[in-house]
C-alpha cells in the first residue's frame, strides 16, 4: 500500500481537510504573491539601510508591506523593520555564539526547562519537521536562553515565548538561527508594548482588557452574544497576546501580520482581533451554547487562509484606531490589573506560608480560617495569576515544595 502525501504549506505546517473553497483561496494566494514578487522587484529598497532602525516608514513602504512580503525575502525584510539588524550591526562580534557560551556554562540554572519546552512546541505546532526534532528543539532552546542573557530586563519568558521563537526560526529558516534572535531581540524591546505580552503575567491582562473595550464599541453584538452566553473572551482571545496569533492562525496568514507588526508596531495585534470578530460575527450570532462559541470562533480563525480579506476589514472595515486611544485604555487597565494581581500573590502566599498549619501538622491542603480545603488546583490556578513574571519553570519550582510536603 502507498502511503498518501501529506498536505503542509511553504513552511511545513500540515493542512488537514481543506475544502474546495479553502484549496481556491491559498492558490489565489500563491499566484498573487508572484505579482507582490514583482512589485518588490521594482520597489526602491536604497533607503533600506540595514544597520538603521527603519522608525518612521513611509506610506508607500506600509502599502507594500500590508499587500504581502514574499517568502523569501521575509527573512532579510523581518532583520531590518524589527530592528534587529542595527542590533546586530552594533554588538561584539560572534556576540550570538558568546551567549550561547554563556548559557552553557549556567546549563544547570534551570532557566528554560528543555522537557517543558518540547511539551509546548508539540501542542501548538504538532509534529512540524523542524520544531519536532531534537535538533529543531536545541535551536529554539538556544534562542531563548540567549534571548534572556541579552533582555534581562524583559522580566523572564512568558507562556508563547517558545512559540513565538519556533515560529520565528521556521519562517527565517533554521539556518539563520542568529538573525531569528536579533529579530526576536528587535520585536520584544522595540515592536511591542511596555506591558509586553512575552514578558510578564500582568501584560496579557492588560492587553486583553483593551481588547475587550474595543470590541464593546467596534463589535457590540458579538460582545453582547458573549455576554448572554457567559462566555468569557479570553478563552478564544488570550493566544492571540500571547503568540502574537502564530498559534491561532494558518501559519501564512500569521506571517502576513508579522510583516505589518514588525514594521508598523503593536497595534496590528488589536486591528487584526476586531477584524477576526467582526468577520465572524454572523457566526458568532449563531451559536445557541457557551460551548459553541470557542470552538466556532477557534475552528474559523484556525481556517483563516485568505490573508488578504483579513487584512483588508483590518485596515478598512473597523474605521479608525487611533494609538492615544489604545495608550489611554491601557493606562487605565495597567492599575487595575496590578490590584488584581496584587491580591493573588497575598492569596498565594497565604497558602505557602502557613506556619500555625505546618506546626500543627497540618497539611497545606487544609485551610486556617474556615476548615475547608485548599486543593492543589486552586494552588496551581492562583499561582499562575500572581507570579509575575510567569513561566510554567518558574511555577514548578514553587509547586514541587508543596508535592514534597503533600506527598
Known amino acids: 500500500m502507498v502511503a498518501m502525501a501529506v498536505l503542509a504549506d511553504r513552511?511545513?505546517?500540515v493542512l488537514a481537510g481543506l475544502s474546495a473553497e479553502e484549496t481556491r483561496t491559498r492558490g489565489a494566494s500563491a499566484a498573487r504573491e508572484t505579482i507582490m514578487a514583482n512589485r518588490w522587484a521594482k520597489a526602491?529598497?536604497?533607503s533600506f539601510d540595514p544597520a538603521q532602525p527603519l522608525s518612521s516608514p513611509s506610506k508607500a513602504l506600509k502599502a507594500l508591506v500590508r499587500a504581502g512580503i514574499p517568502a523569501e525575502l521575509r527573512p532579510d525584510l523581518w532583520l531590518r523593520f524589527?530592528?534587529?539588524?542595527?542590533?546586530k550591526a552594533a554588538a561584539p562580534l560572534r556576540h550570538?555564539?558568546?551567549l550561547q557560551r554563556r548559557a552553557g556554562a549556567a546549563a544547570n540554572s534551570g532557566a528554560v526547562d528543555a522537557a517543558e519546552l518540547g511539551a509546548e512546541l508539540t501542542r501548538a505546532f504538532g509534529t512540524h519537521p523542524v520544531l519536532s526534532s531534537a535538533k529543531g528543539m536545541r535551536a529554539v532552546l538556544r534562542l531563548l536562553e540567549a534571548f534572556q542573557l541579552q533582555c534581562p530586563s524583559a522580566g523572564g519568558l512568558g507562556r508563547g515565548m517558545a512559540c513565538v521563537a519556533g515560529f520565528m526560526l521556521v519562517v527565517m529558516?533554521?539556518?539563520?538561527e542568529e538573525d531569528a534572535f536579533w529579530t526576536l531581540v528587535g520585536l520584544v524591546e522595540d515592536r511591542l508594548p511596555h506591558s509586553c505580552v512575552l514578558q510578564n503575567i500582568k501584560g496579557p491582562g492588560v492587553e486583553q482588557r483593551v481588547l475587550d473595550a474595543l470590541l464593546a464599541k467596534r463589535c457590540p453584538k458579538a460582545m453582547a452574544q458573549l455576554a448572554r452566553l457567559e462566555t468569557p473572551l479570553e478563552e478564544v482571545t488570550g493566544p492571540w497576546f500571547h503568540s502574537l496569533f502564530c498559534t491561532s492562525l494558518p501559519a501564512e496568514t500569521a506571517a502576513r501580520i508579522w510583516d505589518v507588526l514588525l514594521l508598523e508596531g503593536h497595534?496590528?495585534?488589536?486591528?487584526?482581533?476586531?477584524?477576526?470578530?467582526?468577520?465572524?460575527?454572523p457566526a458568532l450570532l449563531s451559536t445557541k451554547l457557551s460551548a459553541?462559541?470557542?470552538r466556532c470562533l477557534k475552528w474559523r480563525i484556525a481556517r483563516c487562509y485568505d490573508a488578504d480579506a483579513l487584512l483588508k476589514v483590518a485596515f478598512s472595515g473597523i474605521g479608525s484606531l487611533p494609538m492615544a486611544v489604545i495608550k489611554r485604555a491601557r493606562?487605565?487597565?495597567e492599575g487595575i490589573v496590578q490590584e488584581q494581581l496584587d491580591e493573588h500573590r497575598r492569596r498565594l502566599q497565604a497558602v505557602l506560608s502557613s506556619p500555625r498549619r505546618l506546626a500543627d501538622g497540618g497539611s497545606p491542603a487544609s485551610s486556617d480560617a474556615g476548615g475547608s480545603p485548599v486543593h492543589l488546583s486552586t494552588i496551581h490556578e492562583e499561582s499562575e495569576e500572581a507570579l509575575e513574571p510567569f513561566s510554567a519553570t518558574s511555577f514548578l519550582r514553587v509547586l514541587r515544595p508543596l508535592q514534597a510536603i503533600i506527598g
Open 331 to 333: 493606562a487605565d487597565y
Open 292 to 294: 459553541q462559541v470557542g
Open 96 to 98: 550570538y555564539a558568546a
Open 11 to 13: 513552511y511545513g505546517f
Open 82 to 87: 524589527s530592528g534587529g539588524a542595527a542590533r
Open 267 to 281: 497595534k496590528i495585534l488589536f486591528r487584526v482581533g476586531l477584524a477576526l470578530f467582526k468577520m465572524n460575527e
Open 173 to 176: 529558516g533554521p539556518e539563520r
Open 44 to 46: 526602491d529598497t536604497s
